[in-house]
């Protein structure tokens, strides 16, 4: 079925934005007059009917969300927080200094004693909507409740945050935050479940074949199907005499075939009967929560204790304890408007009514096909497969310069074509060396530059790395010793020499060779300016470096074998040196291993080569590499999902903040695939969490960073780049921000974007 894996390197390319548009016919009118009327066209990947800020189906355009809508936090072109946004606040970024400006001041206070966290957002009294209602803080309040209210079922989770009061607030109990479930309970429940769990799992069940039935409709001609209900019944269908010929019925009657058998759903979704356990777990949990707290007898909660309103233009959120990265979530949000999403004749914030009805969400989402905000442009319709939107004059930046835009559908394959043929302006392309020869062909000087394309590359917020399970390679189950740190840097070592060739072959000038496992655009990412700085897998055990620049390639390759044969030995292999190779494994390790990539069956993936010339590397020394090659990158992280996996290629999506939490702590993450357990690493990453220190968490994470290379369970092998693409003849390119990022580009300044 759909990829739905958002770390997935699949997904993550496929999901890239690109934009560009349609241009005008020309008329004989005036340059002036045409320039002034032309609209500018952005192309996207994929273009959804809705544009609600409070959903986020596959049916949403996050694009037409982020142009009209107006969010409380920005950031510089390093990812950082602007704190004084009313008055403007400088930022100094490859020595020039910019000065950005933001809807609102926010503050942070940690209170040692109390240990909570104040978030203190204070509005520009000037904005207004764009149909020029005014903005207030109690459009924020409203937006907050709405993020937070029980029935919200989008991707903004704040509701992960320990913001004061919430829980008691979402079960109306001010027993509810003392109560604890078992997991015991939950499992039991899930095994045999109540007629209450039941209707749960049904209410999924049908909620999944429905977003299963819409995409259909989206895609069952490309897929070859003659209609979206033969597709769907061809996918889900579980009776054969069913023909499911009446569309509104048809979702109704297919999920009434599933009853509450969800490992069925599981298997035709995507062939895993576990796939829905971690959302039938969290079912039964709230289910179990939720009887608790009624037999606990507490008293109704009527407010949100850390939602508070100090005046018409000040809000305070407060949460339990200090999390440096929560800021982003916190404050991430959009700025929605009262009186448009919600029912102003239903909010009262001395009454304890805020905009609509607790847990009946439906009012404010149902308004999911004409968004209104404060963003730059306004909404005006959406017909044979364009979107138009038109200049806010209300925007709190200034009016934009372009009076309209154009959103369509481009291919990715299709974008250099359309920007040269007149019909888009701008768009966005993962790079690669075919995309850029692509961009060349149609300059007259052959450049990324040129009379047709003017082409900028920024670092992607995403990198790709090759990973090993620990649990899964090492010797004498004891994944933390040395022997079997051993074991993976001898693979680590191999997978790291030829990561230059490998990228250079796929990408071309579209991705750089990366040594640690953070985006290189990052506040917190390693120079090679700093003290300790070390290229990965560079060094043999004894600590002394591995290359010389006076190396070749080849001898380089050479060296890079020897040292993994010195890290064998370490590991316990035995070696005989008549025949130059290894003849058996020490216990628990073994004389063959499997790693997965999702090159599409096809050996279409950066890293490939690199698993190649390791595997002939490897297999010279006795040791065999299997390369699992599978079309499918869901197979590949179902089995990792599960601690299956020996090692894999994949790649990973940076946040703002660089927290290591998610990804590499040993307990409850969910995302720690390599199953490293360290102890040491844990209160690193926890001490970096509860600093607001950009200094201090840069040392520590360094550090993090050599506890993980020191384990041998990951290998960063590439940065990424995208590469905006703009039309060198309809573009007024001088009026395009001055270095671009991954957290500032020209969307940032739309606003004082022309057209020539």
Not at 234 to 240: A, H, Q
Not at 350 to 356: I, L, R
Not at 367 to 396: D, Q, R
Not at 536 to 542: I, R, S, W
């Amino acid at each position: 079925m759909k990829n739905l894996r958002v770390r997935s390197l699949a997904l993550l390319l496929g999901a890239t934005l690109v934009l560009g548009s349609v241009g005008c016919q020309q008329t004989s009118k005036t340059v002036g007059q045409e320039k002034k009327q032309r609209p500018l066209v952005i192309g996207c990947e994929y273009l959804g009917e809705q544009f609600s800020p409070f959903t986020d189906t596959v049916r949403n355009s996050s694009e037409v969300v982020d142009l009209t809508q107006l969010y409380l936090m920005t950031t510089d072109r390093m990812g950082n927080l602007i704190k004084n946004g009313i008055e403007g606040e400088k930022s100094e970024y490859e020595g020039r200094n910019y000065r950005y400006f933001a809807p609102a001041n926010v503050s942070v206070k940690y209170d040692e004693n109390d240990k909570i966290t104040t978030y203190t957002v204070k509005l520009r009294e000037d904005l207004k909507f764009s149909d020029g209602e005014p903005v207030t803080a109690d459009d924020v309040i409203f937006s907050y409740y709405a993020y937070l209210d029980p029935s919200y079922t989008g991707s903004r989770l704040l509701n992960s945050f320990h913001i004061v009061g919430l829980e008691n607030y979402r079960m109306n109990s001010t027993a509810a935050e003392g109560i604890n479930i078992e997991p015991n309970e939950v499992n039991a429940l899930m095994k045999h479940p109540t007629k209450s769990m039941k209707a749960r799992i049904k209410k999924f069940i049908r909620k999944i074949l429905s977003e299963e039935y819409a995409w259909c409709k989206d895609v069952y001609l490309e897929k070859g199907y003659k209609s979206a209900e033969k597709m769907f019944l061809d996918y889900y269908n579980l009776k054969t005499n069913y023909r499911g010929t009446d569309a509104a019925k048809i979702v109704d009657e297919v999920a009434a075939q599933y009853g509450y058998n969800y490992q069925t759903l599981a298997i035709h979704y995507n062939g895993e009967e576990a796939y829905f356990d971690e959302q039938i777990q969290q079912m039964a949990y709230d289910e179990l929560y939720s009887i608790a707290v009624k037999k606990a007898n507490g008293e109704e909660v009527h407010n949100i204790e850390g939602i508070i309103r100090k005046d018409d233009y000040t809000v305070q959120i407060q949460t339990k304890g200090f999390e440096a990265s929560a800021i982003y979530s916190i404050l991430g949000i959009p700025i929605t408007p009262l009186h448009y999403y919600g029912d102003v004749s239903k909010y009262d914030y001395e009454k304890n009514k805020f905009g609509f009805s607790r847990g009946k969400l439906n009012s404010v989402v149902e308004k999911k096909h004409a968004p209104l905000g404060a963003g730059p442009y306004v909404f005006k319709k959406s017909e044979n497969g364009k979107i138009y939107l038109e200049a806010n004059p209300y925007y709190y930046l200034g009016k934009p310069k372009i009076e309209n835009l154009e959103l369509v559908e481009v291919k990715e394959t299709e974008l250099v074509k359309k920007i040269r043929n007149k019909e888009v302006d701008v768009g966005e392309m993962s790079g690669s060396v075919s995309c850029f020869e692509d961009v060349r062909q149609v300059n007259a000087n052959r450049e990324l530059t040129g009379d047709v394309i003017t082409s900028s590359l920024v670092d992607y917020k995403i990198y790709g790395y090759i990973g090993i399970n620990a649990d899964k390679v090492c010797i004498d189950s004891s994944p933390g010793s040395q022997a079997s740190k051993a074991l993976r840097k001898a693979f680590m070592t191999l997978f790291a020499v030829y990561r230059q060739t490998g990228v250079d072959e796929y990408y071309g000038e579209a991705a750089t060779v990366l040594e640690y496992p953070i985006e290189s655009s990052s506040w917190a990412s390693p120079q090679e300016t700093d003290k300790g700085y070390m290229p990965a897998f560079a060094v043999d055990g004894n600590g002394h470096a591995i290359y010389s620049e006076f190396m070749s390639v080849k001898e380089k390759y050479k060296a890079a074998k020897e040292v993994a044969k010195e890290y064998f030995i370490e590991a316990g292999y035995e070696y005989d040196e008549a025949t130059d190779k290894f003849v058996s494994a020490p216990y628990g390790a073994k004389m063959e291993y499997a790693i997965y990539i999702p090159a599409e069956g096809k050996g279409i993936h950066p890293d490939y080569e690199i698993l190649r010339n390791t595997q002939k590397a490897l297999r010279s020394l006795g040791i065999t590499l299997t390369i699992n090659d599978v079309e499918d990158d869901n197979e590949m992280w179902n089995r990792l999902e599960s601690g299956e996996i020996e090692m894999w290629c994949a790649a990973w999506e940076s946040g703002v903040d660089p927290d290591m939490y998610q990804k590499y702590y040993s307990k409850n993450t969910g995302s720690n695939y390599y199953h490293i357990k360290d102890k040491s690493l844990d209160k690193l990453i926890m001490s970096a969490r509860k600093s607001d220190d950009q200094e201090y968490r840069k040392t520590i994470y360094k550090e993090c960073m050599d506890i993980l290379r020191d384990w041998g369970v990951e290998l960063p092998v590439y940065q990424r780049q995208n590469c905006t693409l703009f039309s060198t003849e309809r573009i007024d390119l001088n009026s395009l921000p001055l270095n671009a990022t991954a957290y500032y580009n020209w969307v940032n300044e739309i606003h004082l974007l022309e057209m020539n």
